[in-house]
């Protein structure tokens, strides 16, 4: 089945040590984005991916970088995490961008900071 | 800036109740609303969603919810939930100029008693 997948499920890692969040699918869909979601609030995008054009939202902290190295892959790297870092981070896709589309969604990462 | 907002944040009922779950945004042109759903263990999937024409939208295992423009609300509706439709519940919605950002409210947690 067409999928979108993201490993860990889990993560844990140190205060200030980087991490790297994975993402794939194999729906072949253009838009690939970021979301973070902490415990009882609305996911909150924090970059997406047009194609290799990369769209930052503008509260998103310069700690959380991206990068689309194919179509089918998307990083999420967090350089120096702080506790306040803890989160869901959930990958999802859509075929194009003209906001009536459906979002794919995976499982999510669960990162935890120490 | 647009905002959605979910009424309830956890929801109690016993099975063959009717349901109703608010959702309402703040956003004053036109817009592309969604319901998603995530079951327990499950990644997050749409339920149905809305961008023109007849107002209310039907979605998979019975749900359907209604666009009321005047009150900037899309609530779901179903008529007799089912143990099975224990999950969390998320309207989104995209403001349908071809940008990609769409806002989630923070969801409704649904518990259906057996």
């Known amino acids: 089945d067409a999928m979108v997948i993201q490993n860990p499920r889990y993560q844990v890692t140190q205060f200030g040590k980087p991490v790297t969040l994975s993402c794939s699918q194999t729906l072949n869909h253009n838009v690939m984005y970021w979301y973070q979601q902490k415990s009882s609030q609305a996911p909150k995008l924090l970059f997406h991916?047009?194609?290799?054009?990369?769209?930052n939202e503008a509260d998103t902290p310069d700690n959380f970088q991206s990068r689309r190295p194919n179509t089918s892959f998307c990083f999420l790297d967090i350089r120096s995490p702080g506790l306040g870092d803890a989160a869901m981070y959930l990958c999802a896709t859509s075929r194009d961008n003209t906001g009536e589309e459906t979002q794919y969604f995976g499982p999510g990462t669960r990162l935890l900071v120490l | 800036a647009q905002s959605v907002s979910q009424h309830n944040h956890h929801v109690i009922l016993s099975e063959a109740a009717s349901l109703e779950l608010g959702c309402n945004y703040s956003y004053g042109g036109t817009v592309n609303l969604f319901w998603y759903v995530q079951y327990p263990g499950q990644h997050l999937q749409l339920l149905l969603k809305?961008?023109?024409?007849?107002?209310l939208v039907k979605g998979i295992k019975g749900f359907e919810a209604e666009f009321i423009k005047s009150k900037f609300s899309f609530n779901l509706r179903k008529p007799s939930v089912q143990w099975s439709d224990t999950a969390e519940y998320l309207c989104?919605?995209?403001?349908?100029?071809?940008?990609?950002?769409?806002?989630f409210g923070a969801g409704t947690r649904l518990f259906v008693k057996a």
């Open positions: 989104a919605v995209n403001a349908g100029t071809g940008g990609f950002k769409t806002i």
């Open positions: 809305y961008f023109s024409g007849d107002p």
């Open positions: 991916y047009y194609d290799k054009d990369f769209n």
